[in-house]
């Protein structure tokens, strides 16, 4: 059964479903449907990279607000989230994907099948590449991978503002030996800046199919609201802490639930409290996580709460516990648990 609901002022809905979009006439009533201008174009495309190429920073940038968590940690993506961008000529479903690396344990190996199935299940791929950096091997395997596929290419070089102006034409020549014997398009952008990313936008949209819209107009992402504020309290965790920390936690949200105000003003907004439980790996990552003195799990909920509160414009009390669940990226049921599934 399809849901959604609107979360505050920035129009964020979280919506689930199985498989990627619910029928036409779920979302969408006749009217919406008859208003689209001739040759409007819709359709999924996936952004596909290595780890901290800046897939989910540019996705926010195509969006224009936050729907994906980001940060300087490779291999920040774990789920394959949905974002809605809508134009009056087109709607485009931006699926951020986890970045395809050699995978050392069972998390890794699913995400990496994650990314790879995500290819086989778009009308349209996004190839980002860093285009401050030369090309890699990692680049190379993607970039074979996706000439095995019968499916429209288009790249992009990320992180163009970092270049330097007289190693730009170098840098792009180098990537263009890359791409040798495809024609994929080859757009220079910078997903921090915004620089590039409307002619990046306008080039995705003009290789869209014809469509009807598969969403509602405001409709900006469709993941379920405990999992986005799951990754919420992950990023904080990313931003904070450091080494094997990062890649060893897991977030789950326990309990989400309005608090009324009692005898309250007429109109006063309750509070929506959020329970969670960290999950690491060892007693020495929990140790850090909670700090001396609680004093690192209090920065990280203060955080976590704070783009909360954005997010569900209104105020939220969150309540934090970290738990030791020693090898749980390696033990399927866990995984299963925290919505990793094997593809």
Known sequence: MFKAWR????GCYACFQSGYGATLSQVMSPEAMESLPEGYRSGFVALIGRPNVGKSTLV????????????????????????????PEAQMVLVDTPGIHKPHHLLGERLVQSARAAIGEVDLVLLLLEGCEPPGRGDAFIVELLRQQNLPVLVALNKWDLVAEQQQDPAEEAYRQLLADSAWPLIRCSAISGEGCNGLLEALVGQLPLGPQLYPAEMVCDQPERVLL??????QVLMHTREEVPHSVAV?????????????????QGRTAVLATVLVERKSQKGILIGKGGSMLKTIGQGARLQMQTLIDGPVYLELFVKVVPDWRSKPARLAELGYEGK
């Open 7 to 10: 979360w505050g002022a920035h």
């Open 60 to 87: 926010n940038q195509l969006v224009g607000e936050k729907v994906a968590i980001t940060s300087p940690v490779a291999q920040t993506t774990r789920n394959r989230l949905r974002a809605i961008v809508t134009t």
């Open 230 to 235: 799951a990754e919420l309290i992950r990023e």
């Open 252 to 268: 789950s949200i326990d309990r989400v639930e309005e608090m009324h105000v009692a005898n309250g003003r007429p109109g006063q």
